[in-house]
């Protein structure tokens, strides 16, 4: 790879700056899409993002922001640019860190021809030895400030017995219940749970359960689920949950909760039921308090 050399145009009324230095590491499977990435760039300083280039150097891609950008800034050139890239550009790839570098002229002619205009020798070794930086540190860096990737998949296994008064005619029973989520995205996350009832007395049964959890917001949320039973006179033929949840407080750790629900049996019977409550969530705890009302049909 030819090696693009920078040259300085000196004035007589110029002044030093500095320029800042942002990193990703790409494979060279996408050194076709650097022409695109460059001509992007270009149209970034047309528009006001002065001196954005952009470089592929030894398998590290480089973009140099010039003395006018903040961070925040060169963050607004990594989304205009990693539309060239695969989506896991941005997940496994940032903008490492600004580094302030050597000392530059703020006019810079760009792509001079070496006969043209002679670099100065201790400048270009100062720009060598930041390659060789950005190679050796890129991948350190990336490491040590890019957050872990969050897990989209979770598997639970949960048992619980349950006691009902009066215990007749539904006894007392144990649940089993296996559950998998998955987080589709940072705002909806959905859940499939098989639960296994065993009864003292009478057949035992599976309820089958698919649900989400959806983020309208950052105070809001809904939790919305759908069950289906075999056939007993105690499992739903049909189940369906809605809760909206109202977060508040300055961790936004206090749910209030607000839900309905209609169940259909294998028999003639249906349930109506409402239910409110509070939900606290604590660093290693979780207080929660819910109240019913069930309108049976027919019943009481």
Do not use: C
């Amino acid at each position: 790879m030819k090696k693009i050399i920078l040259f300085l145009f000196f004035l007589s009324s110029v002044s030093f700056s500095f320029t800042k230095i942002y990193t990703v590491q790409v494979s060279s499977y996408f050194e076709k899409n650097l022409e695109m990435a460059v001509k992007e760039a270009q149209f970034l300083e047309n528009q006001g993002y002065k001196e954005v280039r952009v470089e592929k150097i030894n398998g590290v891609f480089t973009v140099r922001v010039g003395k006018y950008h903040s961070f925040e800034k060169a963050k607004v050139v990594e989304k205009k640019l990693e539309k060239y890239f695969p989506s896991s550009f941005s997940r496994s790839a940032y903008f490492i860190k600004e580094r302030v570098v050597y000392p530059v002229k703020e006019n810079v002619v760009k792509m001079q021809n070496p006969e043209s205009f002679p670099i100065d020798e201790e400048e270009k070794i100062n720009e060598e030895e930041n390659i060789i930086l950005s190679r050796e540190t890129v991948i350190k860096e990336k490491n040590e400030d890019t957050p872990p990737e969050k897990k989209k998949n979770r598997i639970e296994l949960s048992t619980s017995y349950e006691i009902l008064d009066p215990s007749e005619p539904y006894t007392r029973w144990k649940n089993i219940n296996l559950s998998y989520y998955r987080i589709q995205s940072d705002t909806f996350t959905y859940f499939i749970t098989v639960e296994n009832l065993f009864r003292e007395k009478g057949e035992d049964t599976t309820v089958f359960t698919l649900g989400s959890y959806k983020d309208w917001n950052k105070s809001f949320y809904t939790y919305t689920s759908v069950s289906f039973g075999s056939d007993s006179i105690y499992a739903p033929k049909f189940r369906f949950d809605n809760d909206f949840n109202f977060k508040f407080g300055e961790g936004k750790n206090i749910v209030w909760t607000v839900g309905a629900t209609y169940i259909k049996y294998f028999d003639v019977h249906k349930d109506y039921i409402i239910s409110t409550g509070f939900t606290l969530y604590l660093k290693n705890l979780i207080l929660s308090y819910r109240i019913f009302r069930n309108e049976s049909d027919p019943g009481s």
